[in-house]
Antibody, heavy 119, light 110 residues
Framework: EVQLVQSGPEVKKPGESLKISCKDSGFTFTSYWIAWVRQMPGKGLEWMGIIYPGDSETRYSPPFQGQVTISADKSISTAYLYWSSLKASDNGMYYC????????????WGQGTRVTVSS | QSALAQPASVSGSPGQSITISCSGSSSDVGAYNYVSWYQQHPGEGPKLIIYDVTKRPSGVSHRFSGSKSGNTASLTISGLQAEDEADYYCSSWTSTSLYVFGTGTQVTVL
C-alpha cells in the first residue's frame, strides 16, 4: 500500500530540540516532492515548506524560514522536520504530504505527528 | 504569502447545494490552474477532493465540483449530505514556487 508513515507523538519542553520523521512506503521517494503542513490546535492548515529528496532542494514558506529545517535521507526514504529550540507556539499537528508527480497538488497525506510543547 | 480567504462557515440543508469561495490574487489563484481542495473531518487528516481547479480524483463523489473566475476559486457541494459536514481548505501554487492554503471553511449540514 502506498502511504507516508510519520513518527509518533512528541511531548517536549520549550527550548528542546526535536526531529520528526516521515517515511514512504510503496513509491519511489526520490521522484516526488515532500511537503510539511502545520495545523495548530483548532486552526487551519499552513504550508511550511517542501523538499525534493532526489537532490535535497528545499523551499520554505517565509513564516517558517529559519524556524524549522526540512531535510531528507533518500537512502532510507525518509523526510524530516527539525526544530533546534521549540516554543510553545510550535504546538500542533504536523503532516507530511506528497506532491503529485503530475501537477501542483497533494495526493498523499501522512497520518500526522502531534507535537506538544509545554513546561 | 497571505492565506487565501475563505468564509469561516457555510451551512445548508440536506439536498441543497452550497458554494465555498477561495479568494486569492494574481500571484496565486489567478495565475495558475493549480487550485486544489481538501476535506477534513474532525480528528482526521485532510483528503484531496478537487485538483487542477475542476478535476476529481478517483473515488470522490461527483457531488463535489470546482471552478475558478479571476482570482477566486469555488467549491460547490451539490445534494448536501450529513457526511459532507467537515472543514474544507483550498490551496494554490504561487508565483514564488511555493504553496498557500486557504483559511478554511466549516460546513454544517442543518
Amino acid at each position: 500500500e502506498v502511504q507516508l508513515v510519520q513518527s509518533g507523538p512528541e511531548v517536549k519542553k520549550p527550548g528542546e530540540s526535536l526531529k520528526i520523521s516521515c517515511k514512504d512506503s510503496g513509491f519511489t521517494f526520490t521522484s516526488y516532492w515532500i511537503a510539511w503542513v502545520r495545523q495548530m490546535p483548532g486552526k487551519g492548515l499552513e504550508w511550511m515548506g517542501i523538499i525534493y529528496p532526489g537532490d535535497s532542494e528545499t523551499r520554505y514558506s517565509p513564516p517558517f524560514q529559519g524556524q524549522v529545517t526540512i531535510s531528507a535521507d533518500k537512502s532510507i526514504s525518509t523526510a524530516y522536520l527539525y526544530w533546534s529550540s521549540l516554543k510553545a507556539s510550535d504546538n500542533g499537528m504536523y503532516y507530511c504530504v506528497r506532491e503529485s508527480a503530475s501537477s501542483n497538488w497533494f495526493d498523499l497525506w501522512g497520518q500526522g505527528t502531534r507535537v506538544t510543547v509545554s513546561s | 504569502q497571505s492565506a487565501l480567504a475563505q468564509p469561516a462557515s457555510v451551512s445548508g440543508s440536506p439536498g441543497q447545494s452550497i458554494t465555498i469561495s477561495c479568494s486569492g490574487s494574481s500571484s496565486d489563484v489567478g495565475a495558475y490552474n493549480y487550485v486544489s481542495w481538501y476535506q477534513q473531518h474532525p480528528g482526521e487528516g485532510p483528503k484531496l477532493i478537487i485538483y487542477d481547479v475542476t478535476k476529481r480524483p478517483s473515488g470522490v463523489s461527483h457531488r463535489f465540483s470546482g471552478s475558478k473566475s479571476g482570482n477566486t476559486a469555488s467549491l460547490t457541494i451539490s445534494g448536501l449530505q450529513a457526511e459532507d459536514e467537515a472543514d474544507y481548505y483550498c490551496s494554490s501554487w504561487t508565483s514564488t514556487s511555493l504553496y498557500v492554503f486557504g483559511t478554511g471553511t466549516q460546513v454544517t449540514v442543518l
